[in-house]
């Protein structure tokens, strides 16, 4: 059932053209380190107000009971007494709730308030709550059928000054694909040594594609009822389709995996850390050579250039490498941002096969629970 009237008029058509150039340039600069002081939860801030359908599928997901991993049995037992981490703070300020889950700070006190939420992926909300969700000077919620039609009242200055702000304000929106894939990556490969020592996963089997597209997918904004292929108000602004957002995701997920294993490579000394932060720069530049075999560009051919005389030293532990491995993962973070800029997917249907090789992926645990298997 779709409510959206596809007339489009011709300002919103400028705005969302206009925009696009905004979105291109601003996505570059986002600092990514968390701040808890901005986090409301997702409960405080009412997301469910609005993105009803968004906040009862994140209910189901592994991220939402990721706190159930911080009882004190078990593994978790076993990986706090390895760092040092007692009973009374595994569940509050300890490193794993990072993780694991989501703090908020308020007056000087952290709390940990949910597992891996909203905020934990689109940046504390404190800032932007408000400005994201206002089409005009005092408009208020009203329902959501009214809400799509406003959407369609909202003048180009107005949306080109709401982009801004909540950029300004630490949004992360699915626009921002190469802050978005960080922001999973730098969750998903483990920083800590010794936390890999004492028996922990240095990193999830993560390719950015399939799992954003299986149990994580959520994008119901144009249509409550219909969990869309690609998030469903890019889509509609922005005019673009799936498969070409798959195909940026394919490359883009590539190059955060070596960016981010190469910044870890950059700060191990561990003999059981190495190899393995090192084995995923090494996937993920076969992903890359996949890529340019495939669908050839500048960018992805020039990060290939660049990355390829590393894997000779990746493996081997040599103090002198460290400033070698920062620098080139900055270098890969340009040329994504450049790939990003020059690219829409849409002329990289030779990806195709290679996506369609990888099927979405949900965890055990929502396979049995809600797809019956
Ligand atoms: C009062 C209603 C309201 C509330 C509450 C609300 N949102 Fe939204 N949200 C909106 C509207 C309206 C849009 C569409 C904006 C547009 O058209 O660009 C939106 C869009 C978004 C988008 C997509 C942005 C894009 O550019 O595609 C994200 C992500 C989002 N909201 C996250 C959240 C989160 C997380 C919360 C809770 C912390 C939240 N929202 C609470 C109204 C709301
Ligand atoms: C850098 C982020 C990060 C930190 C820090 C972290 N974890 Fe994890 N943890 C993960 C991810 C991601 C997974 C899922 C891995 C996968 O894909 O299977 C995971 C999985 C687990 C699991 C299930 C798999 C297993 O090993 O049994 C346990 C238990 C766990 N973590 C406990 C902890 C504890 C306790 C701490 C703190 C001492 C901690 N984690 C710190 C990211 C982290
Ligand atoms: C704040 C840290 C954090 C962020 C950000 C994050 N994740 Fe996770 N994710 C985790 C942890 C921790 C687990 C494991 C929870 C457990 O098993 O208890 C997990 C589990 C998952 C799972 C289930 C995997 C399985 O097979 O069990 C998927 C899928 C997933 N994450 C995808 C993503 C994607 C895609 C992104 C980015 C859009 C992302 N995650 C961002 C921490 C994070
Ligand atoms: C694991 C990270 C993660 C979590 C947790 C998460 N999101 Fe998202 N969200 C994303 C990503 C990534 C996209 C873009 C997906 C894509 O590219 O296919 C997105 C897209 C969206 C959209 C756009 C939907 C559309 O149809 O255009 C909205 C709205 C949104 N999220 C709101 C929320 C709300 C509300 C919550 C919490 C209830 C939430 N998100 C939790 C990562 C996350």
Known sequence: MRETSKHTSTPALLAFALSCFFIIDSSSGQDLDFDTSKVLGTEQANCKQCHPSETTHWHKTTHALSLNRLEYTGNS?????????????????????????????????????SGVSCESCHGGAKDWLKPHAEYFEGH?????????????????????????STHDAGMIRPDMLHD?????????????????????????????TSWLNGEVKHNFFMDPDKNADAPSLWMEAHQKTAEQRNRMKFVVGGMVQIETALERRAIASNSAYIPQVGGLVAVGNGKLAQANAMAPTPQTQSAAGIVGPLMGILFVPQPTDKETFSSTAKKISEHTKAFIKENDGSQLPGLDPLIKALPPHYSQQFKEKHLGK
């Open 140 to 164: 208020k919620f009203s329902d959501l059928k009214t809400l799509r039609e406003e959407r369609l009242q909202e003048t180009p200055e107005h949306r080109l000054a709401r982009m801004k």
């Open 180 to 208: 978005l894939a960080k922001n999973c990556m730098n969750c998903h490969i483990v920083d800590d040594e010794k936390l890999v020592a004492a028996g922990h996963k240095a990193a999830s089997a993560f390719e950015l």
């Open 77 to 113: 037992k076993k990986y706090a007494d390895a760092l040092g981490i007692s009973q009374a703070t595994l569940k509050t300020t300890s490193t794993c709730a990072d993780c694991h889950g989501t703090k908020s700070e308020s007056s000087g006190v952290v709390k940990l308030i």
